[in-house]
């Protein structure tokens, strides 16, 4: 069946998807202002992730214009230097927003610029100039996207067990990102004659998020580091700490982007098209491997990170899912069918997830911890800095407009470069694996000093309770004997 995809295999996704996020509610024990928060931030990662689709899209069809002009070059440094406003943004926002104790004012604007891109996207013609505009306004948006949260972190769950709560979102995030994914290729598929209909849902999902914005209420007090009485009996962060987690965010990223790039892309269209699939088939391939990553991300991460953190530990776990992703990649840069880089690939994202977001979880203890550091913002903006490098020698190649490199581009008649094309996918999929090499060499130097006292998971929960109970025991005391004196 044409599009089964679509019409079958997602919806039956979707729906075990959403069981698995009711259960994962009963089971945490999530109370109702915290899933309204949760919910969200979902929503927010949708519109996010149709943002994203969409600006690519723009960006492929405007493909055949740009190599037919001079000024290729020029766009594609023009729009990847647009980059800098997220690569700026996210340690900028982070600080900005503790130092005002005001989280909300940046989380609703970037409410309010979602509205306006979706209202661009549906009433301007299409164009290199609205394209270059709706990549800032996404990534002027995205910025919001650690300071939510830390605020779901500091208003919900005390900034306590940021490890159980990064999986928790992840969750809700990955089954986002799937209906995002699901719900543009239904579009393009499907509905190309009457463009109202989603730009109509995506912008009153965007209006819904702006009202759920200014209505829910923010705890100033919360905002923020712990107390100082509270982080002095705390491990501190120091410059090398800081530097090993955003190398590693780094690493582990460029690696993900370097096997998602448009040459690996390519080699696994030529090598489908080799062995006899037709462009429908192809297409439908190529859906399955940009989203499905996401189905093994909501179904295991929960209940994989409850099960075996406690027996393990979050150092073994981000090892074990390391070397799985070494592996993967290596064995991709040995094997040329198509059907076996595809799997491969989506199993790669999965072991990707697992380990950004493990570290991400260091990063949000850590910005807990620390007064003047914005760690996750940092964190952010070096793993997005892989996708800059990564995606700007992307466009500089494409923009060359070599025979071989409008062929990747325009990805058409790939099967004239078969070999060529194999040649430079098997070497930016060895280049991945090396790189992950070296981020597991970085790691197993410096877990001890980026998991501190979460080496012993269980004891560093119950410390952290106890010393912020007797925070608030002994600020109770304080209170109660200053009443007495004042009385007296």
Request: with cysteine; charged share 10%.
């Amino acid at each position: 069946m044409k599009n089964w995809d679509l019409q079958i295999a997602s919806p039956i996704f979707l729906l075990i998807a959403i069981i698995n996020l009711g259960w994962i509610v009963h089971k945490e024990k999530i109370k109702s202002k915290s899933l309204i928060c949760l919910v969200e931030i979902a929503l927010f990662w949708m519109l996010l992730g149709y943002m994203f689709f969409k600006i690519t899209q723009y960006t492929q069809a405007n493909l055949d214009f740009l190599y037919a002009n001079t000024n290729t070059n020029s766009y594609w440094i023009g729009s990847l230097f647009l980059g800098l406003i997220f690569l700026i943004g996210q340690p900028l926002g982070v600080f900005l927003t503790t130092i005002c104790k005001n989280r909300k004012i940046w989380i609703c604007s970037a409410y309010a610029l979602t509205i306006m891109w979706f209202v661009l996207d549906s009433s301007v013609t299409s164009s290199l100039t609205l394209n270059l505009v709706l990549i800032a306004l996404f990534f002027l948006i995205s910025t919001a996207v650690p300071i939510l949260v830390l605020d779901i972190n500091e208003q919900y769950f005390y900034k306590i067990n940021t490890y159980a709560l990064v999986w928790v979102l992840i969750s809700f995030c990955a089954t986002s990102l799937l209906i995002a994914h699901v719900y543009y290729e239904f579009d393009f598929v499907y509905l190309k004659k009457v463009r109202w209909i989603f730009p109509a849902i995506t912008g009153s999902i965007a209006i819904l998020l702006l009202i759920l914005g200014f209505v829910r209420r923010s705890n100033q007090q919360s905002i923020g580091p712990f107390e100082l009485v509270i982080r002095e009996q705390l491990p501190q962060i120091n410059l090398k700490t800081m530097l090993f987690l955003y190398s590693l965010g780094f690493l582990v990223t460029l690696a993900f982007i370097l096997s998602n790039s448009v040459f690996v892309k390519a080699q696994i269209i030529t090598n489908l098209t080799s062995i006899g699939f037709a462009e429908g088939q192809i297409s439908l391939l190529n859906r399955i491997g940009t989203g499905w990553f996401l189905i093994p991300t909501f179904l295991l991460t929960y209940i994989l990170n409850k099960t075996i953190i406690n027996s393990i530990g979050q150092k073994n776990l981000i090892f074990i899912a390391l070397f799985t992703l070494f592996g993967l990649y290596a064995g991709m840069s040995f094997i040329s069918n198509g059907i076996a880089l595809l799997i491969f690939s989506i199993l790669a994202g999965f072991c990707y997830v697992q380990i950004i977001f493990s570290l991400f979880s260091i990063a949000l203890f850590w910005n807990c911890r620390t007064v003047k550091q914005p760690v996750v913002g940092y964190f952010c903006s070096a793993s997005y800095f892989a996708v800059f490098l990564v995606k700007l020698i992307n466009g500089l190649l494409l923009a060359s407009k070599s025979d071989l490199m409008q062929a990747i581009g325009l990805q058409e008649n790939l099967i004239n470069y078969q070999e060529q094309i194999n040649e430079i996918g098997s070497i930016i999929l060895a280049c991945a694996a090396s790189v992950v090499l070296v981020a597991a060499v970085v790691f197993n130097f410096s877990s001890k000093y980026l998991l501190a006292d979460f080496r012993n998971y269980k004891f560093a929960i119950q410390n952290l309770k106890a010393i912020i109970k007797n925070s608030i025991k002994q600020k109770t005391k304080t209170q109660i004997d200053f009443k007495n004196q004042t009385t007296d």
